[in-house]
């Protein structure tokens, strides 16, 4: 089973809405990269890479996206939708 954490909901809103300013077909077609993704994850939740931040993996949809996640409990739980120019992991203040 696939969670999304309101974090990463959020970030998977913040990504279309930004797309989508320009390009309505952008958008639908990045959010599609990222349904499909999660759906592999579901089936072979590993088959990301190990995360920058301990106890995390990542899976690349698309050249400019990362899906961090982690596995607990029999889930994955996606934890942020991370655009790869962006700092991460952030640095804390």
Do not use: C, K
């Not at 995390?56 to 029999?74: A, C, D």
Request: charge should be negative.
């Amino acid at each position: 089973m696939v969670v999304w954490t309101p974090e990463a909901q959020q970030d998977r809103a913040d990504i279309w809405d930004y797309i989508a300013a320009n390009n309505p077909l952008a958008a639908m077609h990045m959010d599609e990269l990222f349904s499909n993704a999660v759906a592999r994850l579901e089936q072979n939740p590993r088959m990301g890479r190990l995360g920058l931040v301990p106890g995390t993996r990542e899976l690349i949809p698309h050249e400019s996206y990362r899906i961090v996640y982690e596995i607990q409990g029999g889930r994955v739980w996606l934890l942020a939708l991370v655009h790869t120019a962006r700092q991460w992991p952030p640095i804390n203040a």
